[in-house]
T-cell receptor
């Protein structure tokens, strides 16, 4: 089945540093999604990418849909303490559509920001 | 705002007990999901439902069942809880495909806060 591999598994950074994480797959995805889970909460969608090569920003967050459609990247600039949490990449189950919204999730990247 | 509410944030149960996890959404979404979250494994789909009384197995359905009698409510049932079912359980909802396309939000799931289950 489709699998998403996220790296790194965890990151410990100082406030103000930039962060990069990525997600790769052996299968093609037509949509890439990045979610963030705050401690004690459910995941919330940060950014959605629908087109190969697309670069999308949401405040200090920037995500890119890889040209091969098999990878995606998330960057956070000038990190702050509230960036702490788990970041998940996700993609629809079947390459051709949303399959009723069923998603495959990566293992997650745990981000810790030291003040 | 979309709200997905899970009935219990924390539960402690004993091995062999029957466990009900309830989830209610207020956005008239067609799709509802139950995921399990474990460290290093991400979110794994247990079951999902695309309509009332309709359900489909996800990746790890063994030991679980679900019920969707009303559109807004999706229940996860552990018939006989075991220690390896100790985990965080996340409920989510999303609009059906066509509504998602119209909203420009394909793939967006709305999650509840999670229910942390400990089975002793």
């Amino acid at each position: 089945g489709q699998q998403l591999n996220q790296s790194p598994q965890s990151m410990f950074i100082q406030e103000g540093e930039d962060v990069s994480m990525n997600c790769t797959s052996s299968s093609i995805f037509n949509t890439w999604l990045w979610y963030k889970q705050d401690p004690g909460e459910g995941p919330v969608l940060l950014i959605a990418l629908y087109k190969a090569g697309e670069l999308t920003s949401n405040g200090r967050l920037t995500a890119q849909f890889g040209i091969t459609r098999k990878d995606s990247f998330l960057n956070i600039s000038a990190s702050i303490p509230s960036d702490v949490g788990i970041y998940f990449c996700a993609g629809p189950r079947n390459a051709g559509g949303t399959s009723y919204g069923k998603l495959t999730f990566g293992q997650g990247t745990i981000l810790t920001v030291h003040p | 705002d979309v709200k997905v509410t899970q009935s219990s944030r924390y539960l402690v149960k004993r091995t062999g007990e029957k466990v009900f996890l309830e989830c209610v959404q207020d956005m008239d979404h067609e799709n509802m999901f139950w995921y399990r979250q474990d460290p290093g494994l991400g979110l794994r789909l247990i079951y999902f439902s695309y309509d009332v009384k309709m359900k489909e197995k996800g990746d790890i359905p063994e030991g679980y069942s679900v019920s969707r009698e009303k559109k807004e409510r999706f229940s996860l049932i552990l018939e006989s809880a075991s220690t390896n079912q100790t985990s965080m359980y996340l409920c989510a909802s999303s609009p059906g495909f066509l509504r998602g396309v119209v909203a420009g939000a394909i793939g967006e799931l709305f999650f509840g806060e999670g229910s942390r289950l400990t089975v002793l």
